[in-house]
């Protein structure tokens, strides 16, 4: 719907332009700063080195030079200081450069009380402060006030303030389209309206990074996104429901100053699932004026933890995906590895390591420096509450203070038999050095712990599994090899993981207080049992779609999983059931995959997806084309159909580096959480479809699509993919 004249108009034109102007001043100011200051810097940085600290470095060890090097570090700090504040100039410049582009978005008029003035309250990504009136011109979208724009209509309404809750009435909810500084229009916003502004917003071509979506957040979408009552806020969402914006406004939100305990970016830890979407959100925060936080993968915390090569995700997916009985086994084995039983069976592993290991004498100089009895009953010491690992660690510094004691003497007898062969003190000392070397690689048998032969021998010890596993469903053939040479499986990783976190207990380092979790459905109960080892200060938000889990079946009882294994105070679960993605046909058709589940459409029309053989696929490439679509994925289910098609079409893949946009090729795996303007999902034939557990996958690959979708296969479509096309009306084309 196209904004249209309002009455209003000359008045918002005429405040858009007080507002610019401002905008305008205060931008000048800026830079008039910023250059006095890199003036500033480069004067103090040339005179005061040439005048006073050259010739003093050259004699800084010179004791009467003391007060100058005292000087000298006040000179250093105060230039840093000027850098710093040079710094917080051009933030203040690029913060104000976008807001001179869309300065606000939204308006709401209050009133608080009969007897006094209504409020106008302007929302933008950013405030704005009058410092002559001393008011704000422009809330932040995050601002408690702002509240009342996302959750209301006309009429009464509230938000919740640090002071407790604040009632009012909504007189006015008004949304602008202001671009490049331009007043396009505005338009008094009811529901019809908002979601006809919405549908025309989603209508726009994908982009090769994820958008902030302030103006259009929903209701629902806000309640999550000001949590800040549950130390565990959980996410269940359909495809296209907005989860990951949820996850990243929610960030920023946690790091608005206007809360009573603010969060820094680095307090905060996002938990994406793979390098190609960490790429994908990268730049929200940025466009939202927050920085960037850090983010990693299950795979990289693994691998920090265990230094050792992890196995990632999408090798794991391309494994499952092998033909023969190795896949079937080896997804078994996921299944069972990634659950909380097995969390239960490591747990029983580490308080019976003590009793388990083997022990024997520890000989230095000719005499026992411990015995094997002594060793056992440090590592079996119940009145420590410090992990087996930590026990150790003690015993092993007590044992080199022994050594240390024994040394002066064991010397004088090696100087002695080296006289006696007829050689020097240097020969002494050689040997002994040898001999320490001996003595610490057999120390270290005994004080350190190795995760990965204490793993695999626990995987391998039927008579041990037994025993540990009373009471328990364990299955048949669990294994792990420690010497194979490649990366560790993602699954075995985070078992040792989790088991040395339980015998040596070293948390990540960091003031880590807000981990988010996306695509929460691809991680088991053991990978969050882990993270709350991890990360044992922090609160949770975690966000995920438990229908579009590609390596094992999930249901709505994994945020029960997830809420045990974390164990945090309080916990909520909200489910969102209305995509924004998909058009109404992709969506419906979609859906066919999955015939329990029920989703909500924004109601936004295009073209019915098709079933195309491969000799049209060249063809539907130039119609996306055509119609100007910027990103046109064709999606494989794994990475090795990718590469053959990539022989026979020359396109690009996505990866690590590539950007999504124009034409190219993706393994299924990769495209989980991202979306495309054009879905072209090739090979949908029985051998590549055939299996019930892949309604998920096609469930998947389809609602990537914003605008168009068509299926492909050379020859007979997978009977999935037919019945799906059968009961939404689609064609197929011969």
Sequence with gaps: MEPTIHPDHPAEQAHLT??????????????????????????????????????????????HRFEDLV??????????????????????????????????????????????????????????????????????????????????????????????????????????????????????????????????LLAQNASAQMKSIVETIQKDQDVAIRDENHDLLMVQGAAGSGKTSIAMHRAAYLMYEGLKNPLKAHNILILSPNTVFEKYISGVLPELGESSVATSTLEQLLEDALGLP????????EALCSPGPEAARRREALTFKSSRVFAVLLDRYAAALPRLLPYEDLCYAGKTLASRQEIRS?????????????????????????????????????????????RGEEYARGCAIWE?????????????????????????????????????????????????????????????????????????????????????????????????QLFPKARFTVVGDVHQSLEREAGLSLYTQISQALNRPTAALLEL????????????????????????SLNRSGAMPQLLPN?????????????????????????????????VLS????????????????????????????????DCDEKHYGAPEDRRLLYVACTRALHRLALFAEGAFAPLVKAAADLAGSAEKP
């Excluded at 003690?394 to 064991?410: D, F, G, K, S």
């Excluded at 990866?655 to 879905?679: H, M, T, Y």
Aim: hydrophobic content about 40%; overall charge neutral; glycine content about 6%.
């Design 18 to 63: 007080m507002i610019l102007a401002l905008i305008q001043q205060r931008l000048a100011n800026a830079q008039a700063d910023s250059e006095k200051q890199l003036a500033g810097l480069a004067d103090t940085r040339r005179d005061e080195f040439t005048e006073r600290q050259e010739p003093l470095l050259r004699n800084l060890w010179a004791a």
């Design 71 to 200: 000087h000298l570090s006040q000179e250093f700090q105060s230039a840093a200081e000027e850098e710093k504040d040079h710094e917080s100039t051009l933030r203040q410049i690029a913060g104000l450069k976008k807001l001179a582009r869309s300065p606000y978005f939204a308006r709401i008029d209050l009133r608080f009380d009969e007897e006094e003035p209504d409020e106008t309250v302007y929302i933008g990504r950013r405030s704005l402060w009058d410092d002559k009136k001393e008011n704000l011109l422009i809330h932040d979208w995050r601002a408690p006030m702002a509240s009342v724009f996302y959750r209301f209509g006309a009429g009464p309404a509230f938000y919740q303030a640090p002071m407790g809750k604040i009632s009012c009435d909504l007189l006015l909810k008004r949304q602008y389209e202001i671009q490049g500084g331009r007043l396009i229009g505005f338009f008094d916003a009811d529901t019809v309206i908002q979601d006809s502004f919405l549908r025309r």
């Design 310 to 317: 992890v196995q990632s995700r999408a090798e794991r997916w």
């Design 378 to 422: 440090w590592a079996m010491d119940h009145s420590s509450a410090s992990p087996l690992g930590v026990r150790l660690h003690r015993l092993e510094m007590h044992l080199w203070e022994r050594v240390h004691a024994l040394r002066p003497a064991r010397f004088d007898q090696l100087r002695m038999a080296a006289f006696r062969l007829g």
């Design 436 to 532: 320490s070397g001996v003595l610490a690689r057999h120390m270290r048998r005994i004080t350190r712990l190795n995760l990965p032969r204490l793993y695999s021998a626990l995987l391998h010890d039927k008579a041990l599994l037994a025993r540990l596993g009373k009471g328990l469903d364990i299955p048949e053939g669990l294994s792990f090899d420690p010497v194979s040479g490649g990366p560790v499986p993602l699954e075995d990783a985070s078992a040792m993981a989790y088991l040395r976190m339980k015998l040596s207990f070293s948390p990540t380092p960091g003031d880590i207080r807000q981990v988010v979790v996306d695509e929460a459905q691809d991680y088991g109960p053991l990978d969050y049992a882990l993270l709350n």
């Design 577 to 600: 059931n209305k995509s924004f993605r998909c058009t109404r046909e992709i969506l419906n058709f979609s859906l066919q995959f999955l015939p329990d589940v029920s989703i909500q």
């Design 615 to 647: 000799s049209q696929l060249q063809e539907e490439i130039a119609a996306c084309q055509a119609q100007g679509y910027q990103s046109i994925a064709l999606i494989t289910k794994t990475r090795r159909d990718a590469e053959r098609w990539q022989q």
């Design 651 to 682: 396109l690009p893949m996505m990866g690590r580096n590539a950007a999504l946009g124009d034409v190219f090729l993706v393994p299924l795996s990769l495209s989980k959480g991202l979306e495309f303007d054009a879905v072209l999902l090739l």
